[in-house]
Nanobody, 127 residues
Framework: QVTLVESGGDSVEAGGALRLSCRVS?????????MAWFRQTPGSFDRDGVA????????DYADSVTGRFTISRDDADNTLYLQMNNLKPEDTGVYYC???????????????????WGQGTQVTVSS
């Protein structure tokens, strides 16, 4: 049973930084999965992709966070990270870590392609 546990969410002022962590357990190496961070903003029922990391190492980002957010992983610690710099109020939301076994070289972009989810961690950015 693979489980994902996020941590690192907090309340910060605009311009601040946070690092989110997602610990993967119960399913072997993190390198077996394509991983992503999604966020659900206040008042929305959907989860939007923020950052993606293919098991082979390639990355992709939503336009709104490019240049500010960095996704990375520590294979030895089986942990995925999201470094968020220059935070803006519109970054406020619940951030979810997601994983899926993936084949090929393409990064799964849709939330519906991910079948393993964490419980989420709240990020609040005040102006």
């Amino acid at each position: 049973q693979v489980t994902l546990v996020e941590s690192g969410g907090d309340s910060v002022e605009a311009g601040g930084a946070l690092r989110l962590s997602c610990r993967v357990s119960g399913g072997g190496s993190l390198r077996r999965y394509c991983m992503a961070w999604f966020r659900q903003t206040p008042g929305s029922f959907d989860r939007d992709g923020v950052a993606y990391k293919h098991k082979l190492g390639t990355e992709d980002y939503a336009d709104s966070v490019t240049g500010r957010f960095t996704i990375s992983r520590d294979d030895a610690d089986n942990t995925l990270y999201l470094q968020m710099n220059n935070l803006k109020p519109e970054d406020t939301g619940v951030y979810y870590c997601a994983a899926v076994h993936c084949d090929g070289s393409g990064i799964p972009g849709s939330r519906y392609l991910y079948n393993i989810w964490g419980q989420g961690t709240q990020v609040t950015v005040s102006s």
